[in-house]
């Protein structure tokens, strides 16, 4: 892949036509582009998706948008952090070409009428419990590859009924976009990385290991013999719910590709928990027979 000097300023570009346009070229010299989109606050999670992008990409756009479509009534929008100069940086440091960063009224602009659903994924655990979430994440979805055009578009695994979503997307509009899934990046105590950690204070952070914790939990009883689904989605929920500065939100054991909750479990089916801490909503996910690794 073509070579970019690192800490050389990304290309700020903060209309669809210009980002259109800048990638209408690079495609016309035969160079691969690479999407990862964020909403800012950049965390080791998204730098491993802007490396896994630079290394199979010869140019990486990353866009930076906080869109208010996935967040409902009540929800953490304005408090969201958007630590812009800081987020250049570190794009810079990466090596990225072009950062597209638009203006919310660019988006979805006065008369803006369109939402884009999507089946997959069903309507329980994140649709349930933030209606109009995957409807807002496929919408935005839906207008960065179109202004993106072909591409490689990456994205993490710990979100994974909204990477189901946007993998369903790509494929049935017939965007051409290849969405590629990259593992969940941990810190070494196992919490996930999420923006949303930022906001929580020391107390909360520990707490929210509970997470982790109790995917580590319904992967140890399933090793040890237990299949049933609503089992191992006790075991998971017991541990989040004795943590209590945390508020569970759902613990399930699913099918991948549906989301729907299993009876009998096997290691391919994949666990979710979702909870509240300190009033900041954080959700983690494993595979049943690859839970993280208990730290220490």
Not at 45 to 64: F, K, Q, T
Not at 236 to 246: D, I, L, N, T, Y
């Amino acid at each position: 892949m073509a070579d970019r000097a690192a800490s050389a300023s990304p290309i700020v570009v903060t209309t669809p036509q210009e980002l259109r346009s800048l990638t209408a070229g690079w495609r016309r010299a035969d160079e691969l582009v690479g999407l990862v989109p964020t909403m800012g606050a950049l965390h080791v999670g998204h730098r491993a998706l802007i490396e896994a992008a630079r290394r199979a990409c010869d140019r990486v756009v990353v866009s930076i948008f906080v869109n208010p479509l996935q967040f409902g009534p009540g929800l953490d929008y304005p408090s969201y952090p958007q630590p812009l100069e800081e987020d250049l940086e570190q794009l810079a440091q990466l090596g990225v070409d072009a950062c597209y960063h638009p203006a919310v009224a660019t988006l979805y602009p006065k008369g803006f009428a369109t939402r884009v659903s999507v089946s997959s994924g069903g309507d329980l655990w994140e649709a349930a419990s933030r209606p109009g979430h995957l409807v807002g994440v496929a919408t935005v979805v839906a207008k960065l590859f179109a202004a993106t055009g072909l591409c490689r578009a990456y994205f993490g695994e710990k979100d994974a009924q909204q990477v189901a979503v946007v993998s369903s997307l790509a494929r049935d509009l017939d965007t051409g976009v290849e969405v590629v899934v990259c593992p969940t990046v941990r810190d070494p105590d196992g919490l996930a990385a999420s923006s949303r950690n930022q906001l929580l204070s020391p107390a909360g952070r520990e707490a929210a290991l509970s997470l982790s914790r109790a995917l580590i939990k319904a992967g140890e009883t399933f090793a040890s013999g237990v299949v049933s689904g609503a089992e191992l989605s006790r075991a998971a929920a017991e541990v989040v719910e004795s943590e209590p500065r945390a508020r569970l939100d759902y613990a399930a054991v699913v099918d991948p590709v549906d989301f729907q909750p299993v009876e009998v479990a096997r290691s391919e089916s994949r666990v979710m928990v979702a909870a509240k801490v300190e009033a900041v909503r954080l959700i983690d996910t494993a595979l049943l027979g690859s839970p993280p690794q208990p730290s220490g």
